[in-house]
Protein backbone atom coordinates (compact mmCIF):
# COMPACT_ATOMS: atom_id res chain seq x y z
CA UNK A 1 0.00 0.00 0.00
CA UNK A 2 3.22 2.17 1.05
CA UNK A 3 4.21 1.58 -2.24
CA UNK A 4 1.49 2.35 -3.76
CA UNK A 5 0.84 5.93 -2.77
CA UNK A 6 4.30 6.19 -2.88
CA UNK A 7 3.65 5.86 -6.76
CA UNK A 8 0.87 7.95 -6.90
CA UNK A 9 2.78 11.06 -5.02
CA UNK A 10 6.18 10.33 -7.71
CA UNK A 11 3.94 10.55 -10.39
CA UNK A 12 1.94 13.66 -9.20
CA UNK A 13 5.11 16.05 -8.94
CA UNK A 14 6.25 14.37 -12.23
CA UNK A 15 2.62 15.90 -13.19
CA UNK A 16 3.06 18.93 -11.32
CA UNK A 17 6.96 19.73 -12.97
CA UNK A 18 5.84 19.22 -16.43
CA UNK A 19 2.96 21.74 -16.18
CA UNK A 20 4.96 24.21 -14.83
CA UNK A 21 6.59 26.00 -17.30
CA UNK A 22 3.24 26.06 -19.04
CA UNK A 23 2.10 28.22 -15.42
CA UNK A 24 5.11 30.32 -15.53
CA UNK A 25 6.22 31.33 -18.72
CA UNK A 26 2.81 32.77 -19.74
CA UNK A 27 3.12 34.52 -16.16
CA UNK A 28 6.38 36.08 -17.67
CA UNK A 29 5.60 36.77 -21.23
CA UNK A 30 1.94 37.74 -21.48
CA UNK A 31 -0.02 38.49 -17.94
CA UNK A 32 3.05 40.72 -16.38
CA UNK A 33 3.65 42.60 -19.07
CA UNK A 34 0.21 43.15 -19.03
CA UNK A 35 -0.20 44.52 -15.76
CA UNK A 36 2.46 46.52 -15.83
CA UNK A 37 1.20 47.99 -19.16
CA UNK A 38 -1.68 48.56 -18.05
CA UNK A 39 -0.07 49.93 -14.44
CA UNK A 40 1.73 51.90 -16.94
CA UNK A 41 -1.15 53.45 -18.53
CA UNK A 42 -1.40 55.80 -15.17
CA UNK A 43 1.31 57.14 -15.07
CA UNK A 44 4.00 59.51 -16.63
CA UNK A 45 6.38 56.94 -18.42
CA UNK A 46 8.52 59.00 -20.74
CA UNK A 47 12.07 57.21 -21.15
CA UNK A 48 12.96 60.66 -22.57
CA UNK A 49 12.32 61.80 -19.37
CA UNK A 50 13.12 58.66 -16.37
CA UNK A 51 14.05 61.13 -14.02
CA UNK A 52 10.21 62.40 -13.98
CA UNK A 53 8.31 59.07 -14.00
CA UNK A 54 5.41 59.09 -11.66
CA UNK A 55 1.43 58.38 -10.79
CA UNK A 56 -0.97 60.66 -12.56
CA UNK A 57 -3.89 59.02 -12.51
CA UNK A 58 -6.29 59.78 -15.93
CA UNK A 59 -3.49 62.57 -16.60
CA UNK A 60 -3.07 60.47 -19.82
CA UNK A 61 -6.95 59.87 -21.16
CA UNK A 62 -7.31 63.69 -20.12
CA UNK A 63 -4.26 63.90 -22.63
CA UNK A 64 -6.05 62.28 -25.38
CA UNK A 65 -9.28 63.62 -25.30
CA UNK A 66 -8.80 67.15 -23.95
CA UNK A 67 -9.88 69.75 -26.93
CA UNK A 68 -6.54 71.21 -27.27
CA UNK A 69 -5.31 73.21 -30.49
CA UNK A 70 -3.07 70.16 -32.28
CA UNK A 71 -5.07 67.34 -30.64
CA UNK A 72 -5.56 64.93 -33.44
CA UNK A 73 -6.68 62.04 -31.39
CA UNK A 74 -10.79 62.52 -32.62
CA UNK A 75 -9.74 62.35 -36.31
CA UNK A 76 -7.81 59.47 -35.21
CA UNK A 77 -11.42 57.86 -33.62
CA UNK A 78 -13.07 58.90 -36.87
CA UNK A 79 -9.95 57.39 -38.97
CA UNK A 80 -10.50 54.22 -37.40
CA UNK A 81 -14.08 53.97 -37.85
CA UNK A 82 -13.45 54.25 -41.83
CA UNK A 83 -10.62 52.29 -41.98
CA UNK A 84 -12.53 49.08 -40.36
CA UNK A 85 -15.76 49.86 -41.56
CA UNK A 86 -14.91 50.39 -45.22
CA UNK A 87 -12.12 47.85 -45.00
CA UNK A 88 -14.88 45.20 -43.43
CA UNK A 89 -17.45 45.44 -46.08
CA UNK A 90 -15.25 45.29 -49.14
CA UNK A 91 -12.98 42.72 -47.90
CA UNK A 92 -16.40 40.26 -46.92
CA UNK A 93 -18.26 41.54 -50.12
CA UNK A 94 -15.69 40.70 -52.32
CA UNK A 95 -14.20 37.92 -50.79
CA UNK A 96 -17.92 36.09 -50.59
CA UNK A 97 -18.12 36.77 -54.38
CA UNK A 98 -15.02 34.98 -54.42
CA UNK A 99 -15.98 31.87 -52.53
CA UNK A 100 -19.15 31.53 -54.55
CA UNK A 101 -16.72 31.26 -58.14
CA UNK A 102 -14.71 28.96 -55.85
CA UNK A 103 -17.70 26.73 -54.92
CA UNK A 104 -17.46 24.05 -57.57
CA UNK A 105 -14.08 22.79 -58.98
CA UNK A 106 -13.78 24.31 -62.96
CA UNK A 107 -10.87 24.23 -65.15
CA UNK A 108 -7.59 26.14 -63.74
CA UNK A 109 -9.51 26.47 -60.16
CA UNK A 110 -6.38 25.53 -58.46
CA UNK A 111 -4.21 28.38 -59.76
CA UNK A 112 -7.11 30.98 -59.81
CA UNK A 113 -7.23 29.97 -55.83
CA UNK A 114 -3.45 30.12 -55.23
CA UNK A 115 -3.91 33.80 -57.29
CA UNK A 116 -6.44 34.70 -54.56
CA UNK A 117 -5.46 33.08 -51.44
CA UNK A 118 -1.11 34.72 -52.46
CA UNK A 119 -1.88 37.36 -50.41
CA UNK A 120 -2.82 36.26 -47.31
CA UNK A 121 0.75 34.33 -47.35
CA UNK A 122 2.68 37.80 -47.22
CA UNK A 123 3.61 40.29 -44.43
CA UNK A 124 1.66 42.91 -43.74
CA UNK A 125 4.73 45.19 -43.92
CA UNK A 126 5.84 43.65 -47.31
CA UNK A 127 2.59 44.24 -48.76
CA UNK A 128 2.42 47.77 -47.16
CA UNK A 129 6.24 48.36 -49.10
CA UNK A 130 4.64 46.86 -52.29
CA UNK A 131 1.60 49.23 -52.03
CA UNK A 132 3.61 52.36 -51.13
CA UNK A 133 5.68 52.33 -53.95
CA UNK A 134 2.33 51.19 -56.28
CA UNK A 135 1.17 55.07 -55.32
CA UNK A 136 4.15 56.79 -55.39
CA UNK A 137 3.31 59.86 -56.84
CA UNK A 138 6.00 60.45 -59.48
CA UNK A 139 6.94 56.95 -60.61
CA UNK A 140 3.82 54.65 -59.21
CA UNK A 141 2.08 52.17 -61.25
CA UNK A 142 -1.24 53.16 -59.81
CA UNK A 143 -0.88 56.91 -61.86
CA UNK A 144 0.10 55.13 -64.63
CA UNK A 145 -2.75 52.96 -65.10
CA UNK A 146 -5.15 55.83 -64.18
CA UNK A 147 -3.34 58.37 -66.59
CA UNK A 148 -3.24 55.79 -69.75
CA UNK A 149 -7.08 55.59 -69.19
CA UNK A 150 -7.48 59.03 -69.37
CA UNK A 151 -9.33 58.82 -65.47
CA UNK A 152 -6.54 61.25 -64.36
CA UNK A 153 -4.85 63.90 -66.51
CA UNK A 154 -1.76 64.48 -63.93
CA UNK A 155 0.17 62.63 -61.23
CA UNK A 156 -1.56 62.31 -57.92
CA UNK A 157 0.72 62.19 -54.95
CA UNK A 158 -1.76 59.75 -53.14
CA UNK A 159 0.43 59.27 -49.77
CA UNK A 160 1.45 62.76 -49.16
CA UNK A 161 -1.99 64.91 -49.52
CA UNK A 162 -4.27 64.10 -46.70
CA UNK A 163 -6.98 63.67 -48.83
CA UNK A 164 -6.21 60.78 -50.21
CA UNK A 165 -3.29 58.61 -48.04
CA UNK A 166 -6.33 57.43 -45.54
CA UNK A 167 -8.26 56.42 -48.45
CA UNK A 168 -4.97 55.43 -50.28
CA UNK A 169 -4.49 52.34 -47.29
CA UNK A 170 -7.39 51.36 -47.16
CA UNK A 171 -7.55 50.24 -50.60
CA UNK A 172 -4.18 48.26 -49.51
CA UNK A 173 -6.17 46.72 -46.57
CA UNK A 174 -9.42 45.27 -48.79
CA UNK A 175 -6.99 43.39 -51.45
CA UNK A 176 -5.15 42.16 -48.63
CA UNK A 177 -7.92 40.95 -46.08
CA UNK A 178 -10.24 39.45 -49.31
CA UNK A 179 -8.25 36.00 -49.26
CA UNK A 180 -9.23 35.32 -45.38
CA UNK A 181 -12.71 35.61 -46.34
CA UNK A 182 -12.39 33.95 -49.30
CA UNK A 183 -10.88 30.84 -47.53
CA UNK A 184 -13.12 30.83 -44.93
CA UNK A 185 -16.20 30.68 -46.33
CA UNK A 186 -15.33 28.56 -49.19
CA UNK A 187 -14.75 26.01 -46.87
CA UNK A 188 -18.25 26.71 -45.32
CA UNK A 189 -19.89 26.66 -48.38
CA UNK A 190 -18.64 23.59 -49.45
CA UNK A 191 -19.69 21.72 -46.47
CA UNK A 192 -23.68 22.69 -47.05
CA UNK A 193 -25.68 19.53 -48.68
CA UNK A 194 -25.83 19.94 -52.28
CA UNK A 195 -29.24 18.14 -51.53
CA UNK A 196 -30.41 20.91 -50.01
CA UNK A 197 -30.10 22.76 -53.63
CA UNK A 198 -31.58 19.76 -55.46
CA UNK A 199 -34.60 19.77 -53.23
CA UNK A 200 -35.09 23.69 -53.90
CA UNK A 201 -34.81 23.37 -57.41
CA UNK A 202 -37.77 20.59 -57.27
CA UNK A 203 -39.66 23.32 -55.25
CA UNK A 204 -39.15 26.02 -58.13
CA UNK A 205 -36.74 28.18 -56.10
CA UNK A 206 -34.62 30.31 -58.55
CA UNK A 207 -30.91 31.31 -57.52
CA UNK A 208 -31.57 34.16 -55.64
CA UNK A 209 -33.99 32.33 -53.22
CA UNK A 210 -30.98 29.30 -52.03
CA UNK A 211 -29.09 31.76 -52.00
CA UNK A 212 -30.85 33.62 -49.20
CA UNK A 213 -33.15 30.22 -47.53
CA UNK A 214 -30.46 27.90 -48.04
CA UNK A 215 -26.77 29.16 -48.21
CA UNK A 216 -26.75 32.27 -46.09
CA UNK A 217 -28.97 30.02 -43.39
CA UNK A 218 -26.53 27.32 -43.64
CA UNK A 219 -22.90 29.27 -42.97
CA UNK A 220 -24.53 32.14 -40.92
CA UNK A 221 -22.02 30.98 -37.90
CA UNK A 222 -19.07 31.30 -40.25
CA UNK A 223 -20.16 34.32 -41.48
CA UNK A 224 -20.97 36.00 -37.82
CA UNK A 225 -17.79 34.30 -36.66
CA UNK A 226 -15.51 35.63 -39.55
CA UNK A 227 -17.06 39.16 -39.48
CA UNK A 228 -15.96 39.16 -35.77
CA UNK A 229 -11.81 38.19 -36.24
CA UNK A 230 -11.43 40.55 -38.91
CA UNK A 231 -12.88 43.25 -37.04
CA UNK A 232 -10.25 42.95 -34.48
CA UNK A 233 -8.01 42.15 -36.86
CA UNK A 234 -8.21 45.12 -38.91
CA UNK A 235 -8.48 47.39 -35.61
CA UNK A 236 -5.05 45.86 -34.80
CA UNK A 237 -3.36 45.83 -38.15
CA UNK A 238 -2.11 49.05 -38.11
CA UNK A 239 0.95 47.41 -40.38
CA UNK A 240 -0.07 48.86 -43.50
CA UNK A 241 -0.33 52.20 -42.16
CA UNK A 242 2.84 52.28 -40.59
CA UNK A 243 4.97 51.06 -44.13
CA UNK A 244 3.33 53.16 -46.26
CA UNK A 245 2.71 56.73 -44.77
CA UNK A 246 3.66 56.03 -40.55
CA UNK A 247 0.35 58.10 -40.13
CA UNK A 248 0.86 61.13 -42.52
CA UNK A 249 0.32 63.61 -43.89
CA UNK A 250 -0.25 65.05 -40.10
CA UNK A 251 -1.86 62.35 -38.65
CA UNK A 252 -4.74 62.43 -41.07
CA UNK A 253 -3.80 58.30 -42.14
CA UNK A 254 -3.62 57.73 -38.38
CA UNK A 255 -5.47 55.05 -36.41
CA UNK A 256 -5.63 54.26 -32.86
CA UNK A 257 -2.54 51.16 -32.95
CA UNK A 258 -0.76 53.03 -35.48
CA UNK A 259 -1.06 56.16 -33.20
CA UNK A 260 0.24 54.09 -30.40
CA UNK A 261 2.66 52.44 -32.73
CA UNK A 262 4.53 56.35 -33.07
CA UNK A 263 4.06 56.93 -29.07
CA UNK A 264 6.10 53.78 -28.75
CA UNK A 265 8.91 54.62 -30.97
CA UNK A 266 8.78 58.13 -29.11
CA UNK A 267 9.47 56.49 -26.04
CA UNK A 268 6.36 58.00 -24.42
CA UNK A 269 5.19 54.45 -23.24
CA UNK A 270 2.81 55.88 -20.54
CA UNK A 271 0.39 57.36 -23.61
CA UNK A 272 1.15 54.34 -25.44
CA UNK A 273 -0.09 52.19 -22.48
CA UNK A 274 -3.08 54.31 -22.42
CA UNK A 275 -4.01 53.71 -25.98
CA UNK A 276 -3.75 49.97 -25.44
CA UNK A 277 -6.03 50.19 -22.84
CA UNK A 278 -8.77 51.94 -24.86
CA UNK A 279 -8.11 49.73 -27.56
CA UNK A 280 -8.71 46.49 -25.21
CA UNK A 281 -11.96 48.82 -24.31
CA UNK A 282 -13.17 49.33 -27.54
CA UNK A 283 -13.03 45.73 -29.31
CA UNK A 284 -14.53 44.23 -25.44
CA UNK A 285 -17.12 46.66 -25.87
CA UNK A 286 -17.96 46.10 -29.15
CA UNK A 287 -17.43 42.18 -28.78
CA UNK A 288 -20.32 41.86 -26.52
CA UNK A 289 -22.62 44.51 -28.06
CA UNK A 290 -21.73 41.89 -31.44
CA UNK A 291 -22.76 39.08 -29.24
CA UNK A 292 -25.88 40.73 -28.33
CA UNK A 293 -27.40 42.12 -31.30
CA UNK A 294 -25.94 38.81 -33.36
CA UNK A 295 -27.41 36.14 -30.71
CA UNK A 296 -24.02 34.66 -31.59
CA UNK A 297 -24.50 32.07 -28.72
CA UNK A 298 -27.94 30.30 -29.65
CA UNK A 299 -27.01 30.00 -33.80
CA UNK A 300 -27.05 25.93 -32.87
CA UNK A 301 -30.33 26.21 -31.00
Do not use: C
Not at 9 to 33: E, G, H, K, Q, V
Not at 38 to 61: D, E, R
Request: charged letters at 10%; zero cysteines.
Amino acid sequence: MKTKQKFADSRNRFIFFMLLPALILPLIFTYYPMIKGSLMAFQSYNLMNVTNIKWIGLGNFQKLFANTPGNIFYTILKNTAIWVIVSLFFQFTIGFALALLLRKKFRGSSVYQGLIFFPWAVSGFLIGIMWRWMFNGTSGVINDILLWIGIIHSPIAWLASKDTALLSVIIANIWYGIPFFTIMITAALRGVPQELYEAAEVDGANAVGKFFNITIPSIKSVILLTILMRVIWIFNFPDLIYSMTQGGPGGSSHIITSFMMQKVQSLDYGLASALGLLVILFLTVFTIIYFSVTKFGRLEE
